[in-house]
């Protein structure tokens, strides 16, 4: 079965630091591009960070630019979203999401369930 | 950055109703242009990718219709299963989702 599994949210300080992980199985991992995408509490849908499949191209939001980092590692099919200087405004759960192509720049259609993080004195 | 705007809102309807929503981009993203589902506390679902094409298992009462900045959404008619919120996304130049339509029952 195809499926992503996200890990790591939590309760932060602002200021604070977390690293998200999503674990891939059921598909080749290495050959698709991979994203991060994040759903605010009573919000809409919001593109975060994208990473290619070899890991060598890499985007980001500009709500995120400079505070976050997409990485991956194909040996262990695990995606990675380290933030860092979070904001309240970062509180959402965030998704994984994997693209229907190497690069990036498809659509996304297998997701995970979602981690949470808040962000909160 | 690429806006889009989806309408109306909020969707009131019936089973069996036709239903149609709208998404518009702030400038030309060709057919790059998908639609997803979600239902409350779950992640979305891809419905329709290059603005027409339907995904494998999506039931054929979903269309989508549209080029360059006006893209359609149809349900043909409604079954209980689509009460939920439909969100456009270009993925022209990187991704922008529209805000957001539910489809709640009237």
């Known amino acids: 079965e195809v499926q992503l599994l996200e890990s790591g949210g939590g309760l932060v300080q602002p200021g604070g630091s977390l690293r998200l992980s999503c674990a891939a199985s059921?598909?080749?991992?290495?050959?698709?591009?991979m994203s991060w995408v994040r759903q605010a509490p009573g919000k809409g849908l919001e593109w975060v960070s994208a990473?290619?499949?070899?890991?060598?191209?890499?985007n980001y939001a500009d709500s995120v630019k400079g505070r976050f980092t997409i990485s991956r590692d194909n040996s262990r099919n695990t995606l990675y979203l380290h933030m860092n200087s979070l904001r309240a405004d970062d509180t959402a759960v965030y998704y994984c999401?994997?693209?229907?192509?190497?690069?990036?720049?498809?659509?996304?259609?297998?997701w995970g369930q979602g981690t949470v993080v808040t962000v909160s004195s | 950055d690429i806006q889009m705007t989806q309408s109306p809102s909020t969707l009131s309807a019936s089973v069996g109703d036709r239903v149609t929503i709208t998404c518009r981009a702030s400038q030309s993203i060709s057919s790059w242009l998908a639609w997803y589902q979600q239902k409350p506390g779950k992640a979305p679902k891809l419905l329709i990718y290059k603005a027409s094409n339907l995904e494998s298992g999506v039931p054929s009462r979903f269309s989508g219709s549209g080029s360059g900045t006006e893209f359609t959404l149809t349900i043909s008619s409604l079954q209980p299963d689509d009460f939920a919120t439909y969100y456009c996304q270009q993925y022209s130049i990187y991704w922008t989702f529209g805000q957001g339509t539910k489809v709640e029952i009237k």
């Open positions: 990473i290619s499949s070899s890991g060598t191209g890499t």
């Open positions: 059921g598909f080749t991992f290495s050959s698709y591009g």
């Open positions: 999401a994997k693209d229907t192509i190497p690069a990036t720049g498809g659509v996304f259609d297998i």
